[in-house]
T-cell receptor, first 113, second 115 residues
Framework: SQQGEEDPQALSIQEGENATMNCSYK?????LQWYRQNSGRGLVHLIL?????REKHSGRLRVTLDTSKKSSSLLITASRAADTASYFC?????????????FGKGTKLSVIP | DADVTQTPRNRITKTGKRIMLECSQT?????MYWYRQDPGLGLRLIYY???????NKGEISDGYSVSRQAQAKFSLSLESAIPNQTALYFCATSGPTGAVGETQYFGPGTRLLVL
């Protein structure tokens, strides 16, 4: 069963704007990860945030984690047309066997030049 | 060269046929995974292997089998393909990073159509 649920399912913004995607999950986790997928291609890891961290930055990416609300957000600042892709959150659940990830259904981001 | 490769990249087959999807990696990782992706459903785990002697079922293993021939090779078989196995299939690997939490590295995917 799906653990993470991304919101919104689709997002369309103008180049230069910021894009925010949210992820909610159901159980206790060891960490939460965000991945990016260009159309029909393999997923690429973007960033990992541990359960004891609240915020993490990587370049134009900012991820927050609120374990009390079981939610995370991914912010992409100053978006570019090349950011057009689907973005997935994935959780490593603390109850399940280690190293398994449970993926959400993804947010499809379109950045209009 | 890509770290995780999958063959074939595209495959069309008929209902009832047996097919094998292959995955190879050069990352030296012990852990390998097979996922399928359907539109609007994200990725779902089919099987995973933590080393050559370890095979585990994932969320949706029915109708599939796997073989871990070596540390670097993990194959997925559909013994008797059916149309609802039409999907995009991904292989992934992960390995120890010395930190809490591992990231997964994905192959380019195999697009399978079962007629």
């Amino acid at each position: 069963s799906q653990q993470g649920e991304e919101d919104p399912q689709a997002l369309s913004i103008q180049e230069g704007e910021n894009a925010t995607m949210n992820c909610s999950y159901k159980t206790s986790i060891n960490n939460l990860q965000w991945y990016r997928q260009n159309s029909g291609r393999g997923l690429v890891h973007l960033i990992l945030i541990r359960s004891n961290e609240r915020e993490k930055h990587s370049g134009r990416l900012r991820v927050t984690l609120d374990t009390s609300k079981k939610s995370s957000s991914l912010l992409i600042t100053a978006s570019r047309a090349a950011d057009t892709a689907s973005y997935f959150c994935a959780t490593e659940d603390s109850g399940a066997g280690s190293y398994q990830l449970t993926f959400g259904k993804g947010t499809k981001l379109s950045v209009i030049p | 060269d890509a770290d995780v490769t999958q063959t074939p990249r595209n495959r069309i087959t008929k209902t009832g046929k047996r097919i094998m999807l292959e995955c190879s990696q050069t990352k030296g990782h012990d852990r390998m995974y097979w996922y399928r992706q359907d539109p609007g459903l994200g990725l779902r785990l089919i099987y995973y292997s933590f080393d050559v002697k370890d095979i585990n079922k994932g969320e949706i293993s029915d109708g599939y089998s796997v073989s871990r021939q070596a540390q670097a090779k993990f194959s997925l078989s559909l013994e008797s393909a059916i149309p609802n196995q039409t999907a995009l299939y991904f292989c992934a690997t992960s390995g120890p990073t010395g930190a809490v939490g591992e990231t997964q590295y994905f192959g380019p995917g195999t697009r399978l159509l079962v007629l």
